[in-house]
């Protein structure tokens, strides 16, 4: 093994302490796979003298970066130190430097990531990145390599870990939110601000990344339509749970095919999925991705989408590949979006619909209700009131396929019914099988 590879690596938090340990204890298979010796220079922190999980003399730990951009022998720079701002300033001194990059930081990718790949390519160098969605699940590559040959329609899946986590233990146990949330931070799922979890942004940049690949279309996450789970109350998970679903937060994006413009509808938000649907059974830290195209048909990935472990094996299948081929051909690595696909508004969309509205438990109410439901062409499916005796009950209703827009014109007709004296209220969208497999065409736009 004659050539010899400095890595630098930012951060040495969750991933970056879980890159340390997996090139410790595997190094004689991961340098055989590299074709190369892997000699870590430098691990780069905020605060030296912070306790960590991995030990590290004092001539690799830093807080020092300019040392990594001066020093020749390093070709790879690794970071793992999340946020959009420092984290920028990094990796462009990195690729100013002459250094490849490894990246699990998805923020930064999907808000940022274009000027960051631009200069990638002038310079000759590569963005490897595959720690940035799902975890240890090797999504982009499938994507990138596996789907090149074929013409990608769907992709869509749990993409978030701390939220499945959450929404797993809530209604499997009847966890508490807040408690449910304290033990994903605990694990090292959350993001450091984990209101980029449970609102939907990590989910939404990670499926900005996903649908930008399998589209070769720029998908930016500003134009992704995103609900997190923040508002579920675990009564929604239980009434879910009664017809036949559970609820799962999932990013979408497709095909679709509007007034004979091809455009993608790309979404973040709660789905009703049934319950014995594939997606149904992943739960926990674990996510799963299917994506549907043309020739090959349906595909699923499943595995573990965040923590230490799971994230440090991606980040290094990602150095092993660039050392392999790092004096040989050092290829550019930005994500080929050719086209400019636009996006669909999210009130165009139609689907199935979960409603759930607090009324008062009175003579006339129901009918109300759903005379705007039907005014507005919405087909209710089932109604159920729960818990007659009390002043206000929770009302649900299902719908049949009807558009967003007029689900939501209904909903909000119906809260202002002076009858009704409606309260708090939930809308989610239902994932049916059957719904699947028909054809993503939507009207033309009014
Ligand atoms: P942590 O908060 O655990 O670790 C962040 C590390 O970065 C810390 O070591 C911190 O230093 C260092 N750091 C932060 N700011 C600076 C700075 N200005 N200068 C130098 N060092 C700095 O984060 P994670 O390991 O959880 O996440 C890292 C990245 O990986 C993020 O982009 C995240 O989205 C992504 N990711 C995380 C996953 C997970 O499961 N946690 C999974 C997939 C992706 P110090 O220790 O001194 O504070
Ligand atoms: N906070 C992220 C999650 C980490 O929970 O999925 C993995 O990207």
Redo the contacts with the bound molecule.
């Keep these: 093994m004659q050539k010899k590879i400095g890595i630098g690596i930012?951060?040495?938090?969750?991933?970056?302490?879980?890159v340390v340990e997996l090139l410790r204890r595997h190094r004689g298979s991961i340098e055989e796979q590299a074709d190369a010796a892997l000699e870590l220079r430098y691990v780069?922190?905020?605060?030296?003298n912070?306790a960590?999980q991995v030990a590290l003399d004092d001539t690799t730990l830093t807080?020092d970066?300019a040392q990594v951009l001066r020093d020749p022998q390093v070709s790879i720079v690794v970071?793992?130190?999340?946020?959009t701002d420092?984290?920028h300033s990094?990796v462009r001194e990195a690729l100013l430097a002459g250094k490849h990059v490894v990246?699990?930081?998805?923020?930064?990718l999907a808000e940022r990531g274009e000027g960051l790949f631009a200069l990638a390519e002038r310079m000759g160098l590569t963005i490897a990145f595959e720690?940035?969605v799902c975890?240890g699940i090797p999504i982009i590559r499938t994507l990138c390599e596996g789907m090149s040959g074929d013409r990608v329609r769907s992709v869509r899946g749990i993409l978030n870990?701390t939220t499945n986590f959450i929404l797993s233990r809530m209604s499997e146990d009847g966890m508490d939110y807040a408690q449910a949330l304290a033990i994903a931070q605990r694990r090292?799922?959350?993001?450091?601000t984990p209101t980029l979890d449970v609102d939907g942004h990590?989910a939404a940049q990670k499926l900005a990344i996903l649908a930008s690949l399998a589209f070769r279309s720029r998908v930016p996450c500003e134009a992704v339509f995103r609900q997190g789970i923040a508002e579920l109350r675990p009564l929604d998970l239980r009434f879910a749970r009664e017809l036949g679903y559970v609820v799962k937060l999932l990013g979408q994006a497709r095909l679709v095919e509007r007034a004979s413009e091809t455009c993608i509808d790309a979404r973040v938000h709660p789905v009703l999925v049934k319950r014995d649907h594939l997606l149904a059974a992943v739960r926990d830290e674990y996510n799963a991705v299917l994506v549907d195209a043309d020739f090959v048909g349906p595909t699923a990935y499943q595995g573990r989408?965040?923590?230490?472990h799971?994230?440090a094996s991606?980040v290094m299948a990602d150095i092993v590949a660039l050392a392999r081929r790092m004096d040989t051909c050092p290829r550019a690595a930005r994500p080929p979006c050719s086209r400019t696909i636009p996006l669909v508004a999210m009130d165009q969309i139609e689907g199935r619909y979960y409603l759930r509205l607090d009324v008062a438990d009175r003579p006339g109410v129901l009918h109300a209700i759903a005379g705007h439901f039907g005014r507005h062409g919405v087909g209710i499916a089932t109604v159920t009131q729960k818990k007659p005796g009390d002043a206000h009950v929770p009302l649900v209703i299902t719908t049949h396929q009807a558009r967003e827009r007029d689900v939501q014109a209904a909903l909000s007709l119906a809260k202002q019914s002076t009858l009704a004296d409606v309260g708090d209220t939930c809308l989610l969208r239902i994932m049916d099988d059957d719904q699947d497999d028909e054809p993503t065409t939507l009207g033309a736009v009014a």
């Design positions: 930012v951060g040495c938090g969750v991933v970056g302490g879980g780069v922190v905020r605060d030296t912070k960590r807080a970066f970071e793992l130190m999340g946020g420092v984290a990094v990246t699990a930081n998805k923020a930064l720690a940035s975890g870990a090292g799922l959350a993001e450091g990590d989408g965040a923590g230490a799971p994230t991606a």
